[in-house]
């Protein structure tokens, strides 16, 4: 049993797990940080991170496909908040085994070490991508799944073993399904890093599709989504999504996203950016009516209070993209 207040944060180095950690740490949180080890150990966007809150954090070096790494890091702690995965789409059509390794069979290294070790939570991420193209919207957690990627195949698993955990043994879990997350420390593997990128230091636009729809979420915002369901009884063996149940199209993202940044570039599709037909996920715009009513959780930033926020750290940042892009 956990005899303090710390809090295990895996993929603590990666995008939303960065947010995530800070946000913990403001509330006055210890905060064990997961990272993917490596030979120089870095610790991802905490490289970054105020000293003033360094005193409440500790790092973890290791792999959430190691059992037995995953088990000792969640000793001593109260809680844990999974955030590691393997996560580009485009790279689980080319190693599919390594994201069920990554993704489910480290979820299930996770569950494991919080039934173990009694935790009083364990809070499990999901993606609004298992819902695949929309059957309706806005999409709300009963609707169907679809596994159109390896990737979204793969936390379709994670998410139904998660809950199976808190089914067959009574394991604390809350599942967190964020719709599309965005702002400062993104990889340009994601559109909005990738137009903002683009539109600041280049003299063309180069997109996939200017059709998709779909539902950005400022990362500030899913963090606290993030904690607002941990504390949350009523989440306690649900899924709850993260949504601002508003779509913009890819085409709309541009426009703003120039407008703002003061540019006027031309765009152009092309086909090396697109998914395969049958795989591209065309309509995600989210439901978060219940988690307004399990945890009082409503999305803060406008989207485009969010969009200048990020551009504006693009602008100002040294950025660097050899963190979290893949597996963190």
């Not at 080319?94 to 919080?114: D, H, K, M, R």
């Not at 989504?225 to 541009?254: M, P, R, Y």
Request: glycine residues 8%; contains cysteine.
């Amino acid at each position: 049993m956990p005899t303090e207040d710390r809090y295990l944060v895996t993929g603590a180095g990666g995008f939303i797990g960065s947010h995530l950690v800070e946000a913990l740490l403001h509330r006055g949180h210890r905060v064990r940080a997961f990272v993917r080890y490596t030979s120089n150990a870095n610790k991802g966007w905490l490289n970054d991170i105020s000293p003033d809150l360094k005193g409440r954090l500790e790092f973890f070096h290791g792999d959430i496909a190691d059992g037995r790494a995953v088990m000792e890091a969640a000793r001593d702690c109260s809680r844990i908040f999974h955030l590691a995965a393997l996560i580009g789409i485009p790279y689980s059509y080319i190693a599919p085994q390594s994201y069920v390794t990554v993704n489910v069979q480290g979820t299930l290294n996770v569950l494991e070490a919080a039934r173990t070790h009694q935790l009083e939570r364990c809070i499990v991420t999901s993606t609004s991508e298992v819902y695949g193209t929309a059957l309706y919207t806005p999409i709300d957690e009963k609707h169907p799944l679809q596994g159109q990627s390896p990737y979204s195949a793969t936390k379709i698993g994670a998410d139904h073993i998660a809950l199976s955990y808190h089914k067959a043994f009574d394991l604390p879990v809350t599942v967190v399904r964020p719709f599309n997350t965005f702002g400062p420390r993104q990889s340009t593997r994601a559109i909005i890093p990738t137009i903002i990128t683009q539109a600041l230091q280049r003299d063309v636009i180069e997109v996939g599709s200017r059709i998709p729809i779909r539902d950005m979420v400022f990362v500030e915002d899913t963090a606290n989504g993030f904690i607002a369901c941990g504390d949350s009884e009523a989440c306690i063996g649900e899924v709850t999504n993260l949504a601002t149940n508003i779509g913009v199209s890819i085409g709309d993202l541009i426009d703003r996203i120039q407008q703002l940044a003061g540019t006027s570039l031309p765009v152009t599709e092309r086909d090396e950016r697109k998914r395969p037909e049958k795989s591209e996920v065309f309509t995600l715009l989210g439901s978060a009516e219940l988690a307004k009513q399990r945890c009082g959780w409503t999305p803060q930033m406008t989207l485009n209070q969010g969009l200048q926020r990020t551009i504006e750290w693009f602008r100002t940042s040294q950025f660097r993209d050899d963190v979290g892009e893949y597996r963190v």
